[in-house]
């Protein structure tokens, strides 16, 4: 662990305590003194995204949280939350067991959450998600949330 103000690669750890699937470490520099903190995170094998167009990537978890974040712009929705589902969709992928996973199956997730959360979001998502061609389809998405979020 290299120090952020003089790089330095020496340091001891002053304090260490868990933080929300992570551990949370206060370090102090030792040649120049510093003190700072990182966040561990125990790494499991990568799990390959395999988009619409036959391309496989990497999953990441920013471009999931982006993706959160749009949907619930201006929506009463506290950061945390979107953080927090982000969280709990990235868990449910690890725990499916699988190396692989197709992006529809990851979008139907997402879709899933977010229509327990906020059905504007929802709509959002879903929007740019199925890529509407036209009203028809629109409203057969509306529809499919009313009736979804009635029966509950």
């Known amino acids: 662990m290299r120090c952020p103000t003089c790089e330095y690669s020496i340091s001891r750890v002053t304090n260490s305590r868990e933080a929300e699937g992570s551990v949370r470490r206060r370090r102090e520099c030792r040649r120049c003194g510093v003190r700072f903190t990182t966040y561990e995170k125990i790494q499991s094998s990568a799990l390959i995204i395999c988009k619409q167009d036959g391309r496989r990537e990497e999953f990441n978890r920013e471009k999931l949280i982006s993706g959160l974040r749009k949907a619930c712009a201006k929506r009463p929705i506290p950061s945390r939350t979107v953080e927090k589902m982000a969280e709990e969709i990235e868990s449910e992928l690890s725990n ?47 529809k499919d949330l009313r009736e979804h979020t009635s029966v509950q």
């Open 96 to 142: 499916i067991g699988l190396s692989e996973i197709s992006s529809e199956n990851i979008g139907e997730i997402v879709m899933d959450r977010l229509s327990k959360l906020d059905r504007v979001a929802y709509i959002r998502y879903a929007s740019v998600y199925r890529a509407f061609q036209d009203l028809e389809s629109f409203e057969a998405a509306v």
